[in-house]
Structure formats: structure tokens, C-alpha cells
Nanobody
Framework: QVQLAESGGGLVQAGDSLRLSCAASGRTLRTNTMGWFRQTPGKERECVAA???????????TYGNSMKGRSTISRDNAKNTAYLQLDGLNPEDTAVYYCAAAESWLSVSSRSWSSKYEYWGQGTQVTVSS
């Protein structure tokens, strides 16, 4: 009941920055946790960052090891859009980046599990040249 559409990917040079966007439609109020994942053809999908709201309404962000310190996740509820800011990109960051949403609050460890998310976007390609 939730549709996600990513945008903002493209071809950039090493050291450049990108901001990926994820537009949500449908029953957006059911999205408690939002996550960004990336995947290359021969590799397992890995979590880049995630953001969720606890029962008390406090927002918390978590980051994967691969891009920790070089990525920032944010969410604009008024625009029904989530963002992933990527800085200091290098060729190893080349991948398809996916936006995901879960209906429930996910623990810090659970946020890295792809199976925990019910909704997924089509992905946006990020290619970093040396």
C-alpha cells in the first residue's frame, strides 16, 4: 500500500557528492522506518543508513559500516520524501541504491535486514568514476 520512487543517481567523479531522493505515495503514515540499501550484481544487498521513530516520537538514525561518516539520512514528512546525502564518493560506492520502508519500528540491528522492510523502490544507479 506504499509506493517508493528513487531519483538522484547518476555518473559522478571520485570525491563528488550526491543526494538521493525517495518519494513515497499511498499510505505513507504506515512507514515508521525508512532505509537506504545498495547492491552490486555479484554482492549481497547492504544497508547504508536507516531512520525510524520510536513510540515516543523520537527520530533515530543508524548507519552501516561501509559508508559511515560519508552518508546522511533525512526525512521530510511534509513532502513525503526521504533523502540520502552521499559525500566523498569513490568507485567502490558504485551500486544500485534502493529506498525501503517498514511499517514498524525496527531495532538498530534489525534495520540492516532487507527482509524487515515491506516496501521497496525500483532503485537508482550511482556510478563513480576514478
Amino acid at each position: 500500500q506504499v509506493q517508493l520512487a528513487e531519483s538522484g543517481g547518476g555518473l559522478v567523479q571520485a570525491g563528488d557528492s550526491l543526494r538521493l531522493s525517495c518519494a513515497a505515495s499511498g499510505r505513507t503514515l504506515r512507514t515508521n522506518t525508512m532505509g537506504w540499501f545498495r547492491q552490486t550484481p555479484g554482492k549481497e544487498r547492504e544497508c547504508v543508513a536507516a531512520i525510524g521513530w520510536s513510540a515516543g516520537g523520537a527520530a533515530t538514525s543508524t548507519y552501516g559500516n561501509s559508508m559511515k561518516g560519508r552518508s546522511t539520512i533525512s526525512r521530510d514528512n511534509a513532502k513525503n520524501t526521504a533523502y540520502l546525502q552521499l559525500d566523498g564518493l569513490n568507485p567502490e560506492d558504485t551500486a544500485v541504491y534502493y529506498c525501503a520502508a517498514a511499517e514498524s519500528w525496527l531495532s538498530v540491528s534489525s534495520r540492516s535486514w532487507s527482509s524487515k522492510y515491506e516496501y521497496w523502490g525500483q532503485g537508482t544507479q550511482v556510478t563513480v568514476s576514478s
